[in-house]
């Protein structure tokens, strides 16, 4: 909420000074408030971008950090948008950069605590498997497109691909998501 006082300096005057109140949450306390509020999210989407937990939380303080240097640009609009775009550019630019990627294999992949959830912390990590054994370009449009729930058009702005290309990398991605889940009695099938 911005007020706005005017005084005039004078009946002859033109000239009026202008004081502007400033109420409301300082630009700390927006930020802290977003990263509480959607730091679960990007840190899920980090982690399934990159295929290593490790890995997700280096990008996930990235994303973070230029998110609060140019906060002033992102909260105009919608800061989870914006923080978004930061995660899935610097997980690309990571790819451009190594060109390589470095799985997971069965034995490396921490132990999980058995509990009441077993069945359902089983299955994603299933279902996190199958997606570290997916291409990068396969695994990056499958998490946009089915997880996230974004349009073929979306996906393709947010990559910079044409939107054919995600068709045919959301295809290859999601067959190979099913074979890996079929075979994922044998560990050995889901690393390449």
């Known amino acids: 909420m911005v007020g706005v006082e005017v005084a005039a300096e004078g009946a002859q005057s033109n000239i009026a000074d202008v004081e502007v109140i400033v109420a409301g949450r300082s630009r700390d306390t927006e930020f802290v408030t977003f990263v509480a509020e959607h730091g679960a999210s990007l840190r899920r989407i980090a982690t399934l971008l990159s295929g290593d937990p490790h890995r997700a939380e280096e990008l996930l303080q990235a994303t973070l950090e230029r998110t609060y240097r140019a906060w002033d640009r992102a909260r105009d609009g919608d800061p989870l948008i914006y923080a978004r775009r930061i995660l899935t550019n610097l997980r690309i630019d990571t790819w451009r950069r190594t060109r390589r990627e470095l799985l997971l294999t069965g034995d490396?992949?921490?132990?999980?605590?058995?509990?009441?959830?077993?069945?359902?912390?089983?299955?994603?990590?299933?279902?996190?498997?199958?997606?570290?054994?997916?291409?990068?370009?396969?695994?990056?449009?499958?998490?946009?497109?089915?997880?996230?729930?974004?349009?073929?058009?979306?996906?393709?702005?947010?990559?910079?691909?044409?939107?054919?290309?995600?068709?045919?990398?959301?295809?290859?991605?999601?067959?190979?998501?099913?074979?890996?889940?079929?075979?994922?009695?044998?560990?050995?099938?889901?690393?390449?």
Do not use: W
């Not at 359902?120 to 279902?127: A, I, N, P, W």
């Not at 997606?131 to 073929?152: F, W």
């Open 108 to 192: 490396q992949m921490p132990d999980l605590a058995e509990s009441d959830r077993s069945a359902e912390v089983v299955l994603r990590d299933e279902l996190t498997r199958a997606l570290r054994a997916l291409p990068a370009k396969q695994r990056r449009v499958v998490v946009l497109r089915h997880l996230l729930d974004m349009s073929e058009a979306e996906v393709a702005v947010e990559l910079g691909i044409p939107r054919g290309t995600v068709k045919s990398a959301g295809a290859r991605g999601l067959a190979g998501l099913r074979q890996a889940l079929e075979n994922s009695t044998d560990p050995t099938e889901m690393t390449r």
